[in-house]
């Protein structure tokens, strides 16, 4: 479990970097950084703590599963920017 103040910060550098590494490669404005920036966060945490449920572990630096946080990151944000590309459908025709 994250328990320590740098390991949190850790964890959120490298959810930053990976949301990073995201928008470097697909492209977009500030906006969709900021939302890549989230997404990544979330499924950096949604990585640590199913690597904590399941005892799971890809690559241990610390307290922290760095590979499945990465890999929960990069779901998320795969999954993210999939949501986010569909539209509202106005049928009122106004």
Request: hydrophobic fraction near 55%.
């Amino acid at each position: 479990m994250i328990s320590t103040l740098p390991t949190l910060i850790l964890a959120l550098l490298i959810a930053l970097l990976c949301g990073a590494l995201y928008h470097f490669a697909r492209g977009g404005s500030g906006w969709k950084l900021l939302y890549y920036f989230g997404a990544s966060a979330l499924g950096f945490a949604a990585g640590q703590e199913i690597s904590i449920w399941r005892g799971w572990v890809v690559f241990q630096f610390g307290a922290l599963d760095v590979g499945l946080g990465a890999i929960g990151s990069f779901v998320f944000l795969a999954l993210g920017e999939w949501l986010s590309r569909f539209e509202a459908i106005n049928k009122s025709g106004l």
